[in-house]
């Protein structure tokens, strides 16, 4: 007798479970473990991100000391927008080149059309530190 009762209360248990979860997905909860990657990729699109980098592959100082090509890796972080010729970008993310890896740092807002970065610069494995804002005449940034 107590072994159908047990029987019993787990099935019903079993049913409450099941009913709670159709409850949920139907409420519209669903698990997406992949927005993050969703989010990225909206935000490794956008003209903040695709500037930054392009900044940094046209730095000389950075090709000379990485090598060429300068391949982006991890994005540990990223912020970034823009409305009309207005926007921001914090990004921290892996870059390696032939020679060298580090990891590059770009904090930067754009006003009327024109970057500005307050932060941009390459942190290297081996302890280096390359700011790129100081070699501003030879690469251009501003």
Do not use: C
Request: net charge positive; hydrophobic share 40%.
């Amino acid at each position: 007798m107590k072994r159908k009762k047990m029987l019993w209360m787990i099935a019903g248990l079993l049913l409450l479970l099941l009913l709670a979860v159709g409850a949920a997905f139907t409420a519209g909860f669903r698990y997406q473990p992949d927005i993050q990657q969703k989010i990225f990729a909206d935000m490794t699109q956008s003209n903040a991100y695709q500037t930054a980098l392009s900044t940094l592959r046209a730095a000389k100082l950075m090709q000379e000391t990485a090598g060429v090509p300068l391949t982006p890796g991890n994005i540990r972080e990223l912020e970034a927008w823009e409305s009309g010729e207005n926007g921001a970008i914090r990004l921290k993310q892996e870059i390696s080149g032939t020679k060298k890896s580090g990891i590059l740092y770009v904090n930067g807002t754009m006003v009327s059309g024109k970057w500005q970065y307050k932060d941009f610069k390459v942190r290297f494995h081996d302890g280096e530190e390359l700011n790129l804002l100081k070699q501003e005449k030879e690469n251009g940034i501003q």
